[in-house]
């Protein structure tokens, strides 16, 4: 069993950064894929980034290539989500995902989902 806790949501102006943290409980972190979806109210949520277990395959939605990085850290048990350029269409929820096998953005590919945490850029 894995438990994810998202954290470093907020408010922020367009152009701004933010950075998320995911912190994982359990010893076999290393062992899972993890990733970020997001969800904006009545739109369906939407797959963000990704990281392979290894850290060594990693993949990005297009709107957000070139602004958003996905990292991890493996000592921590945590998986960052650095946000740059932030726009007003980047408003969502943020989930922080874990999983093990299946299509990198598929949110049925990963088992555990973090409660959430709320990103608003205002124009």
């Known amino acids: 069993q894995v438990q994810l806790v998202e954290s470093g949501g907020g408010s922020a102006q367009a152009g701004d950064p933010l950075r998320l943290s995911c912190a994982a409980s359990?010893?076999?972190?290393?062992?899972?894929?993890m990733g970020w979806f997001r969800q904006a109210p009545g739109k369906e949520r939407e797959f963000v980034a990704f990281i392979s277990s290894t850290g060594g395959i990693i993949y990005y939605r297009d709107s957000v290539k070139g602004r958003f990085t996905i990292a991890r850290e493996h000592a921590e048990n945590t998986v960052y989500l650095q946000m740059n350029k932030l726009r007003p269409e980047d408003t969502a929820v943020y989930y922080c995902v874990a999983g093990q096998r299946g299509p990198y953005a598929s949110g049925s590919s990963y088992n555990y989902w973090g409660r959430g945490t709320q990103v608003t850029v205002s124009s």
């Open positions: 359990g010893r076999t972190f290393r062992l899972y894929d």
